[in-house]
């Protein structure tokens, strides 16, 4: 692993290590007409799930990233993932810099363009696995900003769900710091804090149907900064 916890603190030039985030629920997703998902489960298990449907599961979705505060960022693309074949690709802008990504992985190589700088590197054996879990716990914005500055997906040398180590909230306000990009969102979201390398760095909701994710928000403070996250997934 590079020495990160979360690569967005140097990036967006904060010098201080992110501390809890405050749970919000200003008007956003719970204000959305809500369709029923399917019933609730053990929390832990729901996000397994999700997770789940990320690594095994044939991915094929439109993404819309937008951050604001201690990082501005947007972006639109598509994720691929179709067993150890991975394919991101994203344009907007990341802290105020326009870029036009492009990720590949073939099962041998990763390569990744449009950064800071180009990549060719072998591919390691977990990063679906990664990827997965990353996705729900810490956001796709880790890996887009990890692209930005011409570096592959983070990927930490022991197992990633002791680097991020997620605790369910049961009946914690939804985090909601941002419109929502879907008209209609399950009215059962799981919110939850996550833990990056022993950081308390992230409180996040995801809506998701039949273990399918469907949007997450996320809101972490980096010193006196705080950056609130939008990510949404179209099936394609």
């Known amino acids: 692993m590079r020495g990160v916890s979360i690569l967005l603190v140097g990036l967006a030039g904060c010098a201080s290590s992110p501390t809890a985030a405050p749970t919000t629920s200003p008007p956003g997703p719970s204000s959305a007409p ?80 449009g950064g800071a700088r180009d990549f060719d590197l072998p591919q390691p054996p977990e990063l679906r696995d990664v990827l997965g879990v990353s996705i ?50 399950p009215s059962d979201p799981l919110t939850f804090r996550t833990a990056v390398a022993g950081e308390d760095s992230v409180v996040a909701t995801v809506w998701m149907k039949e273990g399918v994710l469907l949007e997450r928000q996320q809101e972490t403070r980096f010193g006196e900064e705080t950056m609130r996250v939008l990510e949404a997934f179209e099936p394609m």
Not at 40 to 51: C, F, G
Not at 146 to 171: E, I, N, Y
Request: aromatic residues 4%; glycine residues 8%; hydrophobic residues 40%.
């Open 34 to 113: 809500a369709t029923q998902d399917a019933a609730s489960t053990d929390p832990t298990e729901r996000l397994i799930a999700v997770e789940r449907s990320l690594i095994d599961d044939d991915v094929r979705a439109r993404i819309t990233v937008h951050s604001a505060g201690a990082v501005e960022s947007t972006f639109v693309g598509a994720l691929v993932m179709e067993g150890n074949r991975v394919a991101l690709t994203a344009s907007g802008s990341f802290a105020g810099t326009p870029v036009e990504l492009s990720f590949e992985a073939d099962g041998e190589r990763m390569r990744g363009k």
């Open 136 to 185: 729900v716990r810490m956001g796709l914005l880790h890996t887009l900003a990890m692209l930005s500055a011409g570096q592959p997906p983070d990927v930490p040398d022991s197992d990633v769900r002791d680097w991020l180590v997620v605790t369910p909230q049961p009946g914690a306000p939804t985090v909601a710091v941002m419109e929502p990009f879907h008209p209609e969102l």
